[in-house]
């Protein structure tokens, strides 16, 4: 009997040692997953979207893209305002590290006088497109504020994104005032 117990006790042990290891596996990946930003904290709920454009589109190669936050506001590169950053979108490209600057070159385009759209030119064929919200300093938020990337296909004779033409008249007054407010800053980039 006290054999049986005994067998039965180190069964348990390994089984209890086996989930441990098992268990502290999955947290290192889990932890390795949860990427963190900066010092900047964004607040619970903050996500930016693409407006009207989404994954799997065909668009043109000079294309109007529009950028979208929920939670949190918009504000020029060096505005040390709570809850705010400034866009950036990442074209062709993986995620810069997440606790320094993002990079300013050809693949990762800088909204940093406020921005909420961008005019650009990409070459025919697949893209991939991510937008990430930077601080004052062009560092991503802790969480980081960050859309998931998408594909689209460029098209010489693709076509704007169909839900544009039907906007709610808020959002084209918003863009119309975005775009008066932001002209002489507005950036055309070809890829």
Not at 30 to 42: D, F, M, N, Y
Not at 51 to 80: C, H, N, Q, W, Y
Not at 157 to 178: D, H
């Amino acid at each position: 009997m006290r054999n049986e117990i005994k067998g039965r006790l180190s069964k348990f042990v390994n089984f209890v040692i086996t989930l441990l290891v098992i268990c502290g596996t999955c947290g290192v990946a889990l932890a390795e997953e949860q990427r963190t930003g900066g010092p900047t904290p964004s607040p619970e709920g903050a996500a930016v979207h693409f407006i009207d454009l989404k994954d799997g589109a065909t668009i043109p190669t000079k294309v109007t893209i529009r950028f979208g936050l929920r939670e949190m506001g918009v504000a020029p590169a060096g505005s040390d305002r709570a809850n705010s950053g400034h866009h950036h979108l990442l074209v062709d490209t993986e995620l810069p590290p997440l606790d320094q600057p993002i990079p300013n070159d050809f693949n990762h385009l800088h909204f940093g006088a406020g921005q909420t759209e961008a005019e650009i030119t990409l070459k025919p064929g697949t893209h991939t497109l991510q937008l990430l919200l930077g601080d004052k300093d062009h560092i991503p938020h802790n969480p980081p504020v960050m859309s998931p990337r998408i594909r689209v296909l460029v098209t010489e004779g693709g076509t704007a994104p169909k839900e544009a033409a039907s906007a709610a008249p808020t959002r084209r007054t918003q863009a119309q005032n975005t775009r008066k407010r932001y002209r002489s800053s507005r950036r055309v980039r070809s890829y």
